[in-house]
């Protein structure tokens, strides 16, 4: 294999595992397999055109042309020329990808779906990390700035990760760039040919050939190696170092799915994504708190915004103009005179750990009262922080109406106005059959939209078999809507745009609510709302009422008094208060029946008086065989950067630890053995090895440059003439003291060098590098063994004892 192929492979291998930092950030993980096989189709372009050979300009020209058919061909292919050719048409698709994607970022949490737009841009973004990297490494033959796009991927993905990206991701980043740095230093060191120094190849290949006067490596090894550390630290300490990002997939610790040290439990634009997130919390962690004047607070839903786009993939919020707030909202569309209203009070506290670009409102509101930079969206009677402002420790004051319709009023309401009515019935054509079949066959009997929605609401909520469970697969396209109505499980995400279809298929408007339910009464009055009262829940229009709030999800939220049969006709309802044959004895059962799912009785939603399951802990052996397990992974991850040390310990020991032999061989490998070890030394006290000078030189050069004289000089030469004597004379003579002449000069450097050279000549020796180079060794032993050809060693230099030809 060419050098230049092996660091083709070497370089589509680092991007691929730099690439594989995104792989937390979209669901699912397909992508990376498409990006895989089309980056492979671009390396192999550019290794082609090398081998031609074409001009460098004209090998990046036709990789990016190339790069940009692929692009095509994957995403664009029904709008391009014989479908390959990029023309006008598929560049503008290319483009409203792009642009829709970029949408789709800042509307998603993590892990987001895997749109077209999305994938465009993963895939495309790989490519040109790619190509820039076998341009830089391949091409121009310079891996060490290679390191740069490299990081690029990977800063980006930790920095839009929940948290950062994990360790793994970072140790296979790191992997894959310190695997083409020694591809590219291979590949430089096989081009100088065979060369003989005073140390095997494995002491300082990547160093030999540039050496300046002053002895030390330069550029670009030396350079190499320096720019590898420094971009190693810097993807470490970037992640760490962005500031948290709010809204949609560039949440950070604010905004986002909930999970880690953030406070954040609704994405800004759309919260559906992270909404499943904050349901699966361990801990109800409160993000604000209220009180209020209203007669029956449990009622009173705190609304964030509302989704009124079906596209088919996905309900989303219509891009409306936004304005200032004013001194009092308006009245409420469709809301006539008849309809008994009430205002009320809600002095409502935001959690500092709460950043929400929509403020949480009671819907309808009629006057807020908030500090800060905040417009105000007509359409969904919604606030929306500008130029940065979020609810992050917002204190505010809201009134609101508490609209009380009859039954009869909703029932005999007039039909919407046009362009109400086309605007919020309109389903994608993607639509299963099923949804508008399964409607028509809930609603038979019904006379009005009235009761149309009443039977829907009915059947999700009791009568259609469904079950409430947060663990299934979140969604809101149509494929999720269908296998929502096959398999019968879901959360509130799965009710709402579920009846929210159904109804627009009977021409009746409806839209998704976003936000959370009231919460839990606390002892001084006021109500919390934790992660998991997040919440959505369908809005229905009635002319004459307006948007109309119903609740399809089971064990979730109330009932609309003017939903349920029980309900008076005319005045608000009073559920707060007990009715007549509840008893109000306290009983020895629990009130909640067996039946309540798990994933219920987790979540709290079965009932206070649900009895306590016991949970055994285990005893006392399976504490201490736990602080055992994390104590051993503890000490072991903290190992890991003494590896290094802990070799070169042994490996001093070992060679200087030889006892005397009797044949030749002994005496041979023992002098060997302590001339490594000075050679290692010194390379740990910042000498590499040059591996074109005799060991005599060699040592002098040893001398000049570590500073040594005295003793430790004399025993530098003493081992340096040793040492060719083992190689060259006829008979070679048995040589004493070399164990102690090895660590006069390990002295003498350790004088010489500083406090700083002293400690990374201890903690991370250079001449570590070897044990890399052996697993290199050993596989390319066994490459050849498996070729069926004896194994000779190719490298530049291996000490051995010339044969008499050769001396």
């Not at 009677?381 to 609810?391: E, I, K, N, P, S």
């Not at 064990?555 to 005319?570: F, I, L």
């Not at 350790?750 to 201890?762: E, I, N």
Request: glycine letters at 10%.
């Amino acid at each position: 294999m060419s050098g230049r192929t092996r660091l083709a492979l070497c370089a589509f291998a680092a991007t691929m595992m730099s690439a594989g930092a995104l792989l937390p950030l979209v669901e699912p993980s397909k992508w990376i397999l498409q990006a895989a096989f089309l980056l492979a189709i671009q390396g192999g372009v550019g290794a082609l055109a090398r081998r031609v050979p074409l001009a460098r300009t004209l090998t990046v020209s036709l990789q990016l042309l190339v790069t940009l058919l692929l692009l095509t061909v994957a995403f664009a292919r029904e709008h391009a020329l014989f479908g390959v050719l990029p023309g006008p048409q598929a560049v503008q698709r290319l483009a409203e990808l792009l642009t829709s994607g970029a949408d789709d970022v800042n509307r998603y949490d993590t892990p987001a779906p895997a749109t077209d737009g999305i994938q465009l841009m993963l895939i495309g973004g790989v490519l040109l990390i790619g190509l820039a990297v076998d341009v830089l490494a391949v091409t121009f033959r310079t891996a060490a700035p290679a390191g740069l796009p490299l990081l690029a991927l990977y800063s980006v993905a930790a920095g839009l990760s929940d948290g950062g990206a994990g360790w793994l991701w970072f140790l296979l980043a790191a992997c894959g760039y310190l695997l083409l740095l020694l591809a590219e230093g291979r590949d430089r060191l096989s081009r100088w040919g065979r060369v003989f120094g005073g140390a095997s190849r494995s002491s300082g290949g990547l160093a030999s050939g540039f050496e300046g006067p002053s002895g030390h490596a330069l550029a670009p090894v030396r350079t190499g190696r320096r720019i590898g550390a420094v971009a190693l630290g810097i993807a470490l300490v970037v992640p760490a170092a962005l500031p948290a990002l709010e809204g949609g997939l560039l949440s950070g610790t604010g905004g986002g799915s909930g999970r880690g040290g953030g406070g954040g439990t609704i994405s800004a634009v759309n919260p559906l994504v992270s909404l499943q997130n904050n349901l699966n919390q361990p801990e109800n962690r409160e993000v604000m708190s209220f009180r209020t004047n209203a007669t029956n607070p449990q009622d009173m839903y705190l609304r964030i915004l509302a989704l009124d786009q079906f596209n088919g993939s996905e309900w989303r919020p219509s891009t409306r103009r936004l304005k200032d707030v004013p001194d009092r909202l308006p009245q409420p569309a469709g809301l006539s005179a008849d309809v008994s209203v009430t205002e009320i009070r809600t002095n409502i506290s935001a959690s500092p750990s709460y950043q929400q670009t929509y403020l949480p409102l009671p819907y309808p509101a009629s006057e807020v009262d908030v500090e800060g930079r905040w417009r105000f969206e007509p359409e969904g009677r919604t606030l929306v922080g500008d130029d940065g402002q979020t609810t992050r420790g917002a204190r505010y004051e809201v009134s609101s109406l508490v609209v009380e319709p009859t039954s009869g009023q909703l029932a005999d309401a007039m039909a919407p106005r046009s362009d109400l009515a086309r605007e919020y019935t309109r389903v994608p054509d993607s639509l299963p059959g099923v949804v508008p079949e399964t409607a028509e066959k809930v609603t038979e009997g019904a006379t009005n939209d009235y009761e149309r929605a009443v039977k829907l609401q009915d059947w999700f909520a009791s009568e259609g078999g469904f079950r409430y469970d947060t663990t299934v697969t979140s969604g809101t396209g149509t494929a999720a809507i269908e296998r929502f109505l096959r398999d019968k499980e879901g959360f509130c995400v799965h009710f709402s745009f579920t009846m929210a279809a159904m109804a627009r298929t009977l021409g009746i408007p409806a839209r998704v609510a976003v936000g959370f339910t009231p919460g839990t009464v606390q002892a001084d009055g006021s109500l919390s709302v934790g992660l998991r009262d997040a919440h959505a829940w369908p809005e229905l229009y009635f002319e004459g009422v307006g948007w109309t709030r119903f609740e399809p999800t089971p064990s979730r939220g109330t009932t609309p008094s003017y939903t349920r049969p029980e309900a008076p006709s005319e005045g608000p309802s009073s559920p707060a208060q007990p009715s007549e044959g509840t008893s109000v004895a306290p009983t020895a059962a629990p009130s909640v029946s067996e039946s309540c799912p798990e994933q219920m009785r987790r979540q709290g939603e079965c009932g206070a008086s649900a009895a306590p399951v016991p949970v055994d802990s285990g005893g006392p052996w399976t504490t201490v065989r736990t602080v055992l397990l994390v104590g051993l992974g503890a000490l072991a991850v903290l190992s890991l950067p003494l590896l290094p040390m802990f070799w070169r310990l042994r490996a001093r020991s070992r060679r200087l630890g030889h006892s005397g032999g009797r044949t030749p061989a002994d005496a041979t490998a023992r002098v060997l053995a302590a001339w490594r070890e000075i050679t290692d030394t010194a390379w740990d006290h910042g000498i590499p090895p040059d591996e074109s000078q005799t060991p005599r030189k060699a040592a002098a050069r040893v001398v000049r440059l570590g500073e040594l004289d005295g003793a430790a000089a004399a025993a530098a030469h003493r081992v340096a003439g040793a040492v060719e004597q083992v190689l060259y004379a006829p008979e070679p003579r048995a040589a004493t003291g070399l164990s102690e002449d090895a660590l006069a000069v390990r002295a003498g450097l350790r004088a010489a060098t500083g406090r700083t050279g002293r400690l990374r000549a201890t903690i991370a020796p250079r001449s570590a590098v070897r044990v890399i180079w052996a697993i290199s060794e050993r596989r390319a032993a066994l490459t050849a063994r498996w070729a069926g050809r004896p194994f000779r060693d190719r490298l530049p230099f291996r000490l051995r004892r010339p044969s008499r030809q050769e001396g």
